[in-house]
Structures are given as C-alpha cells and as structure tokens.
C-alpha cells in the first residue's frame, strides 16, 4: 500500500481528499476530548448515585419526583454464575455429596439435569443498585 503525498497534485478530487482527511483528523480529535469529558461525567454521575441511594435507603424513599424527572431507586438480586476458577471446587462438591451407585444408574440426561442443577444453586446471590431517571414530557 502507498502513501499519499499531499502536495503531489492540486485537482479537484484532491483537494476534497484532502479537506476530508484534514475534517476527519479534526473529528478525531474533538471525540477524543467529548470521549474524555463523558467519562468524568459519567464518573461523577456515580458518586451522586452512591449519595442518593445511601440517603434514600436510609429515608425508605423509593421515588424523588423532581421538576424535570422521577428518579426511582430500584434493587436487583440474582444468581451469579459459578466462575472458572470456582468450578473445578464445585464437581469436587457435587461427586463428594452423590452417592456414586445411583447416579451412575441416571441416564445421561438425568445426569447431566442433576449437574446443571447444581451448579446454578451453587452460585452466590449478588444484588445490585441503581437509579432510573424517567424524563418527565415538557409543559408547552
């Protein structure tokens, strides 16, 4: 592949590469920096979400309804899978706990049902917090 040497020609098609190349190197740049700016953003964003939750939490509010919005504090808990690193624990669980003469009577399916079966119920509960922010639509 070659490289392009801008003051090689002075065409019409070049002169549009050109300024297209210069336009582009220019939005490159300005994302960059948004890119940069949306990060502390988002970073602070977090911090006021941590105050806010803390704050609600202790109140037992689970609504602040605002001019602009309703932000609403909503809690998840699920079941985390069981990771990489754990699994190998988890079979040493599973055979220690079976008793070997009656699962190896199973069927494949049956066995392989008990297994995923145990291994969900081994995975730890993990609740996550978080705020919704519903815009409210604007009074014309």
Known sequence: MSQFNANQTEDPESHKFKASVKEFD???DQLKILKEQVKLI???KKQLE???II???RNKVKKVVTK???I???ERTRKAPVTKKELPNVFVQFFTQYVQDVFMKKTPL???TEIQDFIKSKGKTVTSQSLTCKKKASKK
Do not use: Q
Request: glycine share 0%; proline share 0%; hydrophobic share 30%.
């Open 42 to 44: 988002n970073t602070r």
């Open 110 to 112: 049956e066995k392989s």
């Open 26 to 28: 220019d939005l490159n």
């Open 72 to 74: 609403t504090h909503t």
């Open 55 to 57: 704050f609600m939490e």
């Open 50 to 52: 941590s105050v806010i």
């Open 68 to 70: 602009k919005a309703d």
